[in-house]
């Protein structure tokens, strides 16, 4: 009787290491899910101020962006939501704009974002 109660509490800890497992997975994938949520809203973010200043289309790319108030505003956003987070804006004479943001998550894997819109 006594190996049937040691067996089963084996059997119950086994479980209850296999949920808390679980729990540590799921959570680390929730936190991923949700940066590149972030990082995709960040684009179509950058992707509306642009809509709204097609006159400045030339001061969003990134060697001109920290002289432009609102570009700066936005990279400065970049940086503080997404964990070592980064961005390129490249804005092409036909009104072309690629957007890439990049980031790095605590497991040491590195992500990247790509936005392609037009703006005419």
């Known amino acids: 009787m006594l190996i049937e109660v040691l067996v089963s509490v ?3 800890s086994v479980g209850v290491l296999a949920l808390v497992g ?3 997975n799921m959570n680390q994938t929730q936190g991923a899910a949700k940066v590149r949520t972030d990082a995709s809203y960040l684009a179509t973010e950058l992707t509306g101020l642009m809509w709204s200043d097609k006159a400045n289309l030339s001061n ?3 060697g001109s ?3 432009y108030a609102r570009c700066k505003a936005w990279m400065d956003k970049v940086t503080q939501a997404l964990p070592n987070g ?3 804006v490249e804005v092409k004479n036909s009104g072309d704009i690629y957007i890439v943001i990049t980031w790095s998550l605590p497991d ?3 992500h990247k974002y790509k936005s392609e819109t037009s703006i005419s």
Do not use: E, K
């Open 10 to 12: 084996l059997l119950f």
């Open 22 to 24: 679980l729990q540590a």
């Open 60 to 62: 969003y790319t990134t």
């Open 65 to 67: 962006c920290n002289g």
């Open 86 to 88: 980064a961005a390129t």
């Open 108 to 110: 040491g894997g590195s």
